[in-house]
């Protein structure tokens, strides 16, 4: 595609449910990252992936969170038993290379409740 | 630890002024350096790359120069727009994942 699309744009959930945010990287990409941007702040790195394997998952906080991408193209970021703690912006970013330049989706604003 | 700062967090200035906004890191074995351009509610708009044999890039009326031995980049943009409000974030690129590390943004509003 001509940018990188996430889906959906805003998610609204119940505390304790399961969601998954879906990100399609431009096409040709290999490198695929997924950060997290709180009100105020600048994002932050949570996955990493160089094809199909996450490479780098320093940056998930715990265990309730897991990504995939298992064809090395759309990959989805999935949050279980979700806490008013995860309300954020989750932004995807694609390069052609790991230090290519990066471009970002419009991001998927979540907000548990 | 790579951290990235930006200072000030906010600036305003009024149309038609040139103005400077500052980066600084803390390690200097960066692959590269990008600015980004965020408006509010959406996602970040690439706007230049610096490599990091590059000593500056330039795209318009925007310059961003790199001197990474002393951990410093500058993004000038020439005669301001209102156009040119948003908040403007500073990253570079570290590891062998080349994963980004962001400062929190400038925050600018240009002044009709």
């Given at each position: 595609g001509a940018g990188v699309s996430q889906t959906p744009s805003n998610k609204v959930t119940e505390k304790g449910k399961y969601v998954e945010l879906r990100c399609d990287p431009i096409s040709g990409h290999t490198a695929l990252y997924w950060y997290r941007q709180s009100l105020g702040q600048g994002p932050e790195f949570l996955i990493y992936f160089q094809g199909t394997g996450?490479?780098?998952?320093?940056?998930?906080?715990?265990?309730r969170f897991f990504a995939v991408r298992p064809e090395g193209s759309v990959s989805t970021l999935k949050i279980q038993r979700?806490?008013?703690?995860?309300s954020a912006v989750y932004l995807c970013a694609s390069s052609l290379k790991y230090d290519s330049e990066a471009f970002f989706g419009q991001g998927t604003r979540l907000t548990v409740v | 630890k790579q951290e990235v700062t930006q200072i000030p967090a906010a600036l305003s200035v009024p149309e038609g002024e040139n103005l400077v906004l500052n980066c600084s890191f803390?390690?200097?074995?960066?692959?590269n350096l990008q600015w980004f351009r965020q408006d509010p509610g959406k996602g970040l708009t690439s706007l230049l790359l610096i490599q990091s044999s590059q000593r500056e890039q330039t795209s318009g009326r925007l310059n961003a120069s790199l001197d990474k031995s002393s951990g410093r980049s500058t993004l000038y943009i020439a005669a301001?727009?209102?156009?040119?409000?948003a908040t403007y974030l500073c990253a570079v690129s570290t590891g062998a994942n080349s994963k980004l590390t962001f400062g929190k943004g400038i925050t600018l509003s240009v002044r009709p």
């Open positions: 996450a490479a780098d998952d320093s940056g998930l906080p715990n265990d979700t806490e008013r703690g995860d | 803390t390690d200097s074995a960066i692959y301001s727009q209102p156009g040119d409000s």
